[in-house]
C-alpha cells in the first residue's frame, strides 16, 4: 500500500512552502533544523479547553532543570498519562504538543503531563533518559495534587519519547516503582540497527529518512557502539519480563516500523500483554500531525478509548 492521499497531500505542501532551493533537514545544523520546523505547530490549532494547565519547572539530575506542563481536562480525572514528544531528542517542545496533549486528555479524561526533556546536541544521552526518570517521579508523587486520587499512570510517547517511554518503562521496573499501569508506544525507536527492511524500502523514505535518523542518533549518542546500551536502544535489553501492558503503534512506511514491531513481540515473548497495530498508508510522525492527517485523529481515538477504559490490551 502507498501513502495515503491526505499524506501525499501534506508532502506536497510542505515540499512547495519550502522552495526549490530547501536543503533537507539533515544538511542543516540543529538550530537551523528547529528553526525549520517550528512552523508546523501552527497548522494544529489551539486543541480544546482545559478545566486547568499548569506549568512547572523541575530540576535535573546534573543541576539543570526543565520544563513540564500539566493539562487537567474535568475535575476528576480518571487516569495521569506522562507523555514524552517526539522529535529525534533533537527537536520539538511541550508548546509544539500542546495541542496532542489537549486532545489527548479531553477524549481519553485522563489527566496528561508534558515533559520537556533536555534535548541533544546541548544534553545528549543521557540527560533526556535521566530528565524522563524524574519527570516520572514527580508525576507520580504528584498524583493525588493532579488527579485528586491516586489514580492510575502511564507513560507514553512517539519516536524518540517512544523510546524514552520504554526506557522510562524498564527503569522503573528494575528499581521497583514507580508502579505503571501501562506504556504506550507510538512508533518508538528501539534499536540504532540501520540495516533493518523498513530502513531500506524506498516507500519509507518521505518524512523521516534513514540519512535523517542517522543525524538524530548522531547528535545523541554520536559514538555507535554506546547506542547498543539498552538505555538507548530498549530491544536490547536482556529482559523484558515484568513490564506493564504496552499498546504499540507503527505505520506502514517508516522506518522504525520493523525495530518496533520487533519490540512488541519480544514484550509479547515474555509475557507482557501486548495490543499493537500498524497503521495503513501511513508515515513516521503521522501522530503528531494532530487537525491535519485524519490517521492522527484515528490514533488518538483508539488510545484515548483504551486509557479510559483502563486496559491497553486486549
Known sequence: MALDQATLGFLAGMTEAAGPDAKPLWELSPAEARAA????????????EMLRIEDHTLAGFDGGSFR???HVPVESPSAVILYL???????????????????????SGAA??????????????????????????????????????RVPLYIGGDSAGGNLAAVTALRARDNGGPELAGQILVYPVTDADFTRASYLEPENQSFLTAEF??????????APEDRLHPEASPLRAQSLAG???AL????????LRDEGEAYAARLREAGVPVEHHRWPGQMHAFFSMVNVLPASAEVME???GKVKAGSLAN
Do not use: C
Request: hydrophobic letters at 40%.
Open 68 to 70: 513540564v506542563r500539566v
Open 243 to 245: 513490564l506493564p501492558p
Open 302 to 304: 483508539l488510545i484515548a
Open 85 to 107: 514528544h517526539g522529535g529525534g531528542w533533537v527537536l520539538e517542545d511541550i508548546d509544539g504538543f500542546d495541542t496532542l496533549g489537549r486532545q489527548l486528555a479531553q477524549k
Open 37 to 48: 520546523g517550528g512552523g508546523l505547530k501552527d497548522l494544529y490549532g489551539p486543541g480544546p
Open 213 to 222: 535518523m542517522n543525524w538524530f542518533w548522531g547528535h545523541y549518542l554520536p
Open 248 to 255: 504499540v503503534i507503527t505505520a506502514e512506511h517508516d522506518v
Open 112 to 149: 496528561v503531563v508534558l515533559a520537556e526533556y533536555r534535548k541533544a546536541p546541548e544534553h545528549p544521552f543521557p540527560t533526556p533518559v535521566e530528565d524522563s526518570w524524574t519527570a516520572l517521579h514527580w508525576t507520580e508523587t504528584n498524583l493525588k495534587q493532579i488527579a485528586g486520587a
